[in-house]
């Protein structure tokens, strides 16, 4: 096959060489597009923390003043565990919690006389609302692309090398599609 052993030398030198840079070329490009995608997956995080916060914080306002009028409520409760809820599924969990509770809530304050003065902050909570589901489904679609490219082969290597986490889905969507 060879002439000699000098060019069987150098051709099995060629081939080894060129299966090295093939193997550093797919490692980097899978490097490169599992960075690509948890980037564009975690900026569309943050918009949706950033709607759960300011949501979160009409609550917290609402809340106040229903304590400044006597009104008891769970609310508080709620929102304390809000702040310190960190995982995804500790966030979904509190904030169908305030869910049912805002819900009851409004339906039992729609017959007290100052209800006009609660209103609009049910009705800023509804509009954050209609954006957070636009921006879970834009999340939700980006993490999950993600997380299967992760496990998809050659990447599946990649990612256990750069100890990639999966990215979290949270569960509220449920609440959100109930909505009028």
């Keep these: 096959m060879f002439p000699n052993l000098r060019s069987a030398v150098i ?15 797919i490692d980097r490009n899978n490097v490169n597009r599992l960075g690509r995608y948890e980037k564009q997956a975690l900026a569309e995080l943050k918009n ?4 759960l916060a300011l949501r979160q914080d009409y609550a917290t306002t609402l809340c106040a003043m229903l304590e400044q009028k006597g009104h008891a409520t769970e ?7 809000a702040v310190q809820a960190r995982t ?3 966030i979904s969990e509190t904030y169908l919690a305030m869910d049912t509770v805002l ?16 209103a609009p902050y049910f ?9 957070l589901a636009e921006a879970l489904l834009s999340y939700h679609a980006k993490a999950e692309y993600f997380n299967r490219q992760k496990h998809a082969f050659p990447a599946v290597l990649v990612a256990n090398r750069l100890e990639m986490e ?4 949270f569960t509220v969507s449920a609440a959100l599609k109930g909505r009028p």
């Design 75 to 81: 609310l508080a409760g709620l929102i304390a565990l």
């Design 103 to 118: 819900a009851l809530l409004q339906k039992e304050l729609f017959a007290d006389a100052a209800y006009r003065t609660y």
């Design 123 to 131: 009705e800023k909570m509804y509009e954050e609302e209609l954006l």
């Design 11 to 25: 051709s099995i030198a060629v081939v080894v060489v060129l299966i090295i840079f093939a193997v550093v070329a």
């Design 166 to 169: 999966d990215l979290p889905i």
């Design 48 to 51: 949706v923390e950033s709607h």
């Design 88 to 90: 995804a599924s500790e």
